[in-house]
């Protein structure tokens, strides 16, 4: 196994450790890892909804093989651990989301997060029963890699009709038994929703900052019992809107006042350490 990653994957386990929580940012690809990195932040997260845009498609509208591919881009980027976004784990069976836990590991990513919807608008998560025998076989190959892959297990419960918090703790329980090492679950109304969550579990749960009305400061949530914050397509989202806005301003006036406000080109070279 190779040396560097072990000891990227130490430094990622430890991180939630505590005290406290910590930011995980969200990169798109290997200049904005290179960016967040320069900056300070300690790790970073994919996000399978910015890769897939960038490509030009919908969120889900990736394969595997590309998924691993932008990790692997990330995750060679920087000296930073990265755990990859891997949306359902690519497949129904069990074994499927196995074989994709084994090759993100080879993609050089030291975690990764795996959700329990089916990508079906007529069923859209997967069977109680099912979703837990999907984590439980993504753990089972996670402990198999030689050197803590951290697992993460997310339920989208509330991000569906009739969501109920009741549902939101009986998956995520059931997902810290069958061996995940952090939980999440996005969509959480409030603090208060996310204090019970965090005092239902035993393993550190990651809250997803993004959602308007549903994102609270770092502060609050760690006071609430969050160990990881991620920032899902946040980052992302706020560089195209000040891009759309600038080339609107472009278009409608023909100035170009906006290159006296930006960084140079030298400025983020510099942070990127290039």
């Known amino acids: 196994m190779n040396d560097a990653l072990k000891e990227k994957a130490l430094r990622f386990q430890a991180l939630h450790e505590g005290p406290g929580a910590f930011v995980i940012p969200n990169p798109w690809d290997a200049g904005s890892a290179r960016l967040l990195a320069g900056l300070g932040f300690p790790a970073l997260a994919t996000s399978s909804a910015a890769c897939a845009v960038g490509l030009g498609r919908r969120d889900g509208g990736i ?97 569906f009709a009739e969501p109920r918090l009741e549902e939101t703790l009986r998956r995520l329980q059931a997902f810290e038994a069958a061996g995940a090492e952090v939980l999440f679950a996005p969509g959480l109304p409030d603090l208060a929703a996310v204090r019970t969550v965090c005092s239902s579990l035993s393993k550190p749960f990651n809250f997803m900052v993004g959602i308007p009305g549903k994102s609270f400061s770092a502060e609050e949530l760690a006071a609430a019992g969050v160990r990881r914050i991620s920032l899902a397509t946040s980052l992302w989202r706020a560089a195209m809107s000040a891009l759309i806005e600038t080339a609107r301003g472009v278009r409608a006036t023909g100035e170009f006042g906006f290159v006296d406000k930006v960084a140079s080109t030298g400025e983020i070279c510099r942070i990127m350490g290039i």
């Not at 995750?75 to 690519?90: I, K, Q, R, W």
């Not at 997060?113 to 099912?130: H, N, Q, V």
Request: charged share 25%; proline share 4%.
């Open 63 to 159: 394969t595997r093989d590309e998924a691993l591919a932008h990790a692997a881009s990330i995750a060679a980027a920087t000296d930073l651990p990265v755990s990859a976004d891997l949306e359902n784990g690519f497949g129904d069976a069990p074994e499927e989301v196995a074989e994709t836990i084994r090759r993100a590991a080879e993609a050089g990513v030291v975690g990764c997060t795996i959700e329990d919807t089916t990508k079906r608008a007529e069923a859209p998560l997967y069977e109680f029963s099912l979703a837990v025998e999907r984590i439980a076989a993504a753990a089972e190959a996670a402990r198999s890699l030689g050197f803590p892959f951290v697992l993460t297990a997310r339920t989208h419960n509330l991000l």
